[in-house]
Nanobody, 124 residues
């Protein structure tokens, strides 16, 4: 069983930066998709960024050019570097992974493993 522990969330002002980290225990194939999702109050959980097992990277349009996802497969670590944060980025951020697919779909139902989340709050 895979478990994730996210860290790095916090409160920043508009334009600030944060770096989220996700450390996994258990085995995740280096070819599996790992991704960051977020969920704001009253909204659906959305995929922010995903990194596919064969190197492909996908971003939500709203974060392109501001967020960077990276991973270190050797110890199942995932990061999300966030720059130029906006109030609309405020949400709980979750680390997720698929167990048997390298494709980073946008559907939360396709992901098998989830962390508990880390809160990001951006004030204007």
């Amino acid at each position: 069983q895979v478990q994730f522990m996210e860290s790095g969330g916090g409160s920043v002002q508009t334009g600030g930066s944060l770096r989220l980290s996700c450390a996994a225990s258990g085995y995740i194939s280096s070819t599996s998709c790992m991704a960051w999702f977020r969920q704001a109050p009253g909204k659906e959980r959305e995929r922010v960024a995903g990194i596919e097992g064969y190197g492909g990277i996908v971003y939500a349009d709203s974060v392109k050019g501001r967020f960077t996802i990276s991973r270190y497969s050797a110890n199942y670590t995932l990061w999300l570097q966030m720059y130029s944060l906006r109030p609309e980025d405020t949400a709980m951020y979750y680390c997720a992974a698929r167990s048997r697919s390298w494709v980073c779909s946008a559907s939360r139902g396709d992901f098998d493993y989830w962390g508990q989340g880390t809160q990001v709050t951006v004030s204007s």
